[in-house]
C-alpha cells in the first residue's frame, strides 16, 4: 500500500467492504524520507490489537518522541523559560492523543 500525504485516507476506497479490509489487513508503506525510528513508532502506534498495542504512556517513552520531546523543551526554554512547561503538558496530551487516535 502506498503511504498517504498527512491528511489524506490512505485506506479509503469506494466499496466500504474493501475499505475495511484495507484497514485490517495492509501494510503501511513508508515513504523513504521516514527514518527507522519514526516508522518504528508509527508501527507501534498502528499495532491492529488493541492487547497488543502500547499504551499511550509507552508510546511517549518510545526513544523517537523522546528526542523530539527534549528538543522541543530546550528549544522552548531559550525562547520563553516560563511557556515550557505549558507546552510539555501540551506535548505530552498531543501524544497521548496521537496513540488513541490508532
Not at 485490517?24 to 508503506?29: K, N, S, T
Not at 516508522?39 to 502500547?54: G, H, V, Y
Amino acid at each position: 500500500m502506498q503511504a498517504a500525504g498527512f491528511g489524506e485516507r490512505c485506506h479509503e476506497v469506494e466499496d466500504v467492504k474493501l475499505t475495511e479490509q484495507h484497514i485490517q489487513f495492509a501494510e503501511v508503506a513508508f515513504p523513504p524520507h521516514i527514518s527507522p525510528l519514526c516508522r518504528s513508532f508509527i508501527q507501534q502506534a498502528l499495532t491492529k490489537r488493541p492487547e497488543s498495542r502500547p499504551s499511550a504512556a509507552q508510546l511517549f517513552q518510545h526513544r523517537w518522541v523522546q528526542q523530539h520531546y527534549q528538543q522541543l523543551l530546550a528549544a522552548q526554554a531559550q525562547a520563553q523559560p516560563a511557556a515550557a512547561t505549558t507546552s510539555a503538558a501540551a506535548a505530552a496530551a498531543i501524544a497521548a492523543a496521537a496513540a488513541c487516535a490508532s
